[in-house]
């Protein structure tokens, strides 16, 4: 291959780390093209230019350019992407069951890219009929010209804010029994978090209905999004709190966190949701900065690898991937969900370490740089991608 198909225009996110992959396969000698999914009419002439059969690949994020967009198809002709014969390449940011719908007609040289094991492992179970390529966490960016001045901020979380509260039309919707069955998947996920979505649901299901047809389960987990969704809210609202509470000023950037109901208000901060250049910034300011796993047990967040890209230290919840990758002190320091009492005393402690502190963030820089950046994923990525194309000629 020598020509990439990327996308910009949708989520802000996903056109980042689009992006700075983009930055290192253009290192490599790779023409990469930018289809801009706001102006698809020009870039969907501008794409046929582009591409090259047998010499072109698409690599996106969350099935962008794998929707059926006006650009890239047309409902006689189908996928530009089968017309040219182009492998597609989707790196999957979040769970499998948010994609039950999308997870159909998709073009035939479609390879799916998971960021955690366990979401390896379900889309491997649950939609054999696509090829899983393998697992590839998110990664951490350094902010360019990030210089190392006074931090001023004490704790910082990046992130949006959804009050559980919003699911409760979707755990109420149907009947009462209903909403009794969702309550106690809800209860046990907050009571043990460390199982994932899926195994609890499975397991209330098979109770209250025995065996579940393989079909039919794989679109109960799509329904029960909401759930996954309620959690991991549940807890970010109760991390910051805990510590707002308890009197630690806590800077939140992101939307929805004056919905947080929490004494202590007058220390949190609330900054507007913004663009990850800016969050990046931010995290150069701050002394420490929480992570809250959006329920990956085996993967890990860019907030983590970000905050010590850029100097903070930082605290999380655990995963079997990331505790791996990143021992106590390296960086990181994990807390438990379930022992959230625990978390003031352990950032209070923290704070008073100052120098030691940036101590601990270098052993833990030193890591990442040599793993956990776009820089490797590009280069992870391209390796697998040559390797499919040596097996199909």
Request: net charge neutral.
């Amino acid at each position: 291959m020598k020509r990439i198909v990327m996308f910009s225009g949708g989520v802000e996110t996903l056109t980042y780390f689009s992006k700075e992959m983009a930055k290192e396969f253009e290192k490599k000698g790779y023409a990469v093209f930018f289809y801009d999914l706001k102006s698809e009419k020009r870039d969907g002439r501008r794409l046929r230019k582009f591409i090259r059969t047998g010499d072109t690949v698409m690599i996106t994020f969350n099935f962008q350019g794998l929707e059926k967009e006006p650009g890239v198809y047309r409902e006689r002709e189908g996928y530009v992407w089968d017309e040219y014969r182009i492998p597609c390449y989707n790196i999957a940011a979040d769970h499998p069951y948010y994609y039950h719908d999308r997870l159909r007609d998709l073009p035939k040289r479609y390879y799916h890219i998971s960021i955690d094991r366990l979401q390896e492992e379900y889309f491997k179970t649950y939609y054999p009929e696509y090829e899983s390529l393998g697992f590839l966490p998110l990664a951490g960016t350094k902010h360019i010209g990030q210089t190392e001045g006074e931090r001023t901020t004490e704790v910082l979380l990046t992130g949006n804010y959804t009050s559980p509260s919003f699911c409760e039309p979707y755990i109420n919707g149907i009947n009462e029994e209903y909403a009794k069955f969702y309550r106690g998947i809800i209860q046990e996920l907050i009571e043990k978090p460390g199982q994932t979505v899926e195994a609890v649901a499975k397991r209330h299901c098979e109770r209250e209905l025995g065996k579940v047809a393989f079909d039919d389960l794989r679109l109960v987990f799509h329904r029960m999004i909401f759930i996954d969704l309620y959690v991991r809210n549940y807890f970010r609202g109760e991390v910051v709190k805990t510590l707002a509470e308890a009197g630690i000023s806590v800077d939140v950037i992101g939307k929805g966190w004056e919905e947080l109901e929490c004494g202590g208000k007058e220390n949190l901060h609330i900054h507007p949701q913004t663009d990850s250049e800016t969050c990046l910034k931010e995290l150069g300011k701050a002394k420490l900065s929480i992570n809250v796993m959006p329920w990956f047990k085996d993967g890990a967040h860019d907030r983590v690898f970000n905050s010590i890209l850029n100097g903070a230290f930082c605290l999380s919840d655990t995963s079997k991937y990331l505790c791996g990758e990143l021992k106590e002190g390296e960086g990181v320091s994990y807390y438990d969900l379930q022992h959230l009492e625990e978390l003031p005393g352990k950032v209070t402690e923290l704070l008073q370490k100052n120098e030691q502190l940036q101590e601990l963030v270098a052993k833990g820089e030193k890591k990442v740089l040599e793993k956990h950046t776009w820089k490797q994923r590009a280069e992870t990525l391209e390796r697998w991608i040559l390797e499919k194309e040596k097996r199909r000629k």
